[in-house]
Nanobody, 115 residues
Framework: QVQLVESGGGLVQPGESLRLSCAAS????????MNWYRQAPGKERELVAR???????TYAEYVEGRFTISRDGAQNTVYLQMNNLKPEDTGVYYC?????????WGQGTQVTVSS
């Protein structure tokens, strides 16, 4: 069972950037895809970005052009570069690994965007 550990969250002002990291305890290419989700206060968890085993990336419409998901296979790490952050990007960001219908989750990292 993979262990996922997120890091890189924090408090930033609107327009600033953050890079989140997700360190996996095993080969990330064992999974169909690696994902970043976020959960805003009072809302359901939602998919932000995905990178599949072949390297194809997809994004939620509201982060397209601002966020970039990437990976380092040698480090078994997935990243989420977040630029031009907005207050509505505030939430807990979770790393997810998926094989078919099975999902594994990290503990989450808080991102707060506020002036």
């Amino acid at each position: 069972q993979v262990q996922l550990v997120e890091s890189g969250g924090g408090l930033v002002q609107p327009g600033e950037s953050l890079r989140l990291s997700c360190a996996a305890s095993e080969n990330i290419f064992n999974y169909n895809d690696m994902n970043w989700y976020r959960q805003a206060p009072g809302k359901e968890r939602e998919l932000v970005a995905r990178i599949n085993v072949g390297g194809r990336t997809t994004y939620a419409e509201y982060v397209e052009g601002r966020f970039t998901i990437s990976r380092d296979g040698a480090q078994n790490t997935v990243y989420l570069q977040m630029n031009n952050l907005k207050p509505e990007d505030t939430g807990v960001y979770y790393c997810n690994a998926r094989i078919l219908s099975r999902n594994w989750w990290g503990q989450g990292t808080q991102v707060t965007v506020s002036s």
